[in-house]
């Protein structure tokens, strides 16, 4: 069974940076981690989970929310099962529950959802 563990949330003032990782476990021989592709989500209080960032399989493509381009990086390490979403320059409104998810496959158009999730670090920036 597949598993995803978050870790790095935190309080940080505006104009802060903070790195989060996503670790995966639960893969088999036949299906390592390296074939599934891995998506950054957050989801605001009273508001609907939004994708922040993707990144594919080798990480030769990534994709990003337009309110995080140029702020986020999304990047993983599959020799050590990880993801990382690197968030610089933060705002109020990047306070939210982030959540990694993760597909089998190499597709990371903005329609395509996580078949895994973790449960979420959250992460407040205020002064």
């Known amino acids: 069974q597949v598993r995803l563990v978050e870790s790095g949330g935190g309080l940080v003032q505006p104009g802060g940076s903070l790195r989060l990782s996503c670790v995966a476990s639960?893969?088999?021989?036949?299906?390592?981690?390296?074939?599934?592709?891995v998506m950054w989500y957050r989801q605001g209080p009273g508001k609907e989970r939004e994708r922040v960032a993707a990144?594919?399989?080798?990480?030769?493509?990534?994709n990003y929310a337009d309110s995080v381009k140029g702020r986020f990086t999304i990047s993983r390490d599959n020799g050590r099962n990880t993801v990382y979403l690197q968030m610089n320059n933060l705002r109020p409104e990047d306070a939210s529950i982030y959540y990694c998810?993760?597909?089998?496959?190499?597709?990371?158009?903005?329609?395509?959802?996580?078949?895994?999730w973790g449960q979420g670090t959250p992460v407040t920036v205020s002064s």
């Open positions: 990144v594919s399989r080798l990480a030769y493509s990534t």
């Open positions: 639960g893969f088999t021989f036949d299906s390592p981690f390296n074939l599934y592709v």
């Open positions: 998810g993760a597909k089998a496959g190499n597709n990371i158009d903005t329609g395509v959802r996580p078949d895994y």
